[in-house]
């Protein structure tokens, strides 16, 4: 459903107790969110910016806090991300052909997207206790929209591609009903992912190799797609494990990889 990348930094050590009743340990145990601790990152919030910065150059921050300080940044510059995001959109809608071909093909099926429900926010990300980071670059809600993370927009173009990714759900959803959380069926979506992500740009040779460092040239493109699939799928709550995301994407691969619709092919 959307756009997310995760990252890791080193896990914190935590406590726990004996106390729990044998129904809570039958459920999942879903990583704890983690706090800022200046005693123990190194970054505190009530220091300036600049001084917090030149900590982080001297190695007198952890990761941990060097994450807690990035996150500060984007509270304090929400207002200026979320209007470079707003300018970034309408250009998309105004002068991108992948952008202008899905909004009329949306607009055949009854659905409409524009700047009322194509929104830019500020998205926090979230840092868990076995050390990984959880950000998204964008979201689909077929009751609300389309939601574009201002603060992780890194340029026009990066735009483009989390907005052509969305506006293929939408499509989707439009055209199939797609069962987004996977509580029926989690090949929903593993196919409306694996057809994002192959149709949106995102997973192109130029993004691949420039933007995230991957110069393998064989099955490059179907391996991007594979792997963001296979992270979008293990987000659900649905989803048990890295090894169901695995086995549900394979068994939709061929299908839904050939499957361009309403492209006559992927050109992106």
Known sequence: ???????SVPP?????????????????????????????????????????????????????????????????????????????????????PTVIFLRDKIEKLNGRLDENNVVCRRCPARLTEDGEVHRQAGGFSPEHGILICA???????????TLSHEMVHAWDHLRYKVDWLGQKDLKHAACAEIRA?????????????????????TEQFQDCVRKRAVQSVLARPSCKNDVEAVKVVNQVWDSCFSDTRPFDEVYR
């Open 1 to 7: 459903m959307s756009s997310s990348t995760s990252t």
């Open 12 to 96: 914190v050590s935590t406590s726990t107790t004996d106390s729990t009743t044998q129904q809570q340990q039958q459920q999942p145990a879903f990583p704890k969110i983690l706090k800022n601790d200046p005693a123990r990152t190194g970054f505190d919030p009530k220091t300036s910016w600049w001084i917090n910065y030149f900590k982080i150059l001297t190695g007198s921050v952890t990761p941990e806090g060097q994450f807690h300080y990035r996150e500060s940044r984007y509270r304090a510059n929400e207002e200026k991300d979320c209007k470079r995001c707003d300018e970034f959109r309408d250009w998309a809608f105004n002068y991108s």
């Open 151 to 161: 603060n992780e927009v890194r340029d026009r173009k990066h735009l483009e591609d």
């Open 197 to 217: 992500s192959m149709l949106s740009g995102e997973c192109r040779w130029t993004r691949e190799t420039f933007t995230r460092g991957n110069f393998t040239l």
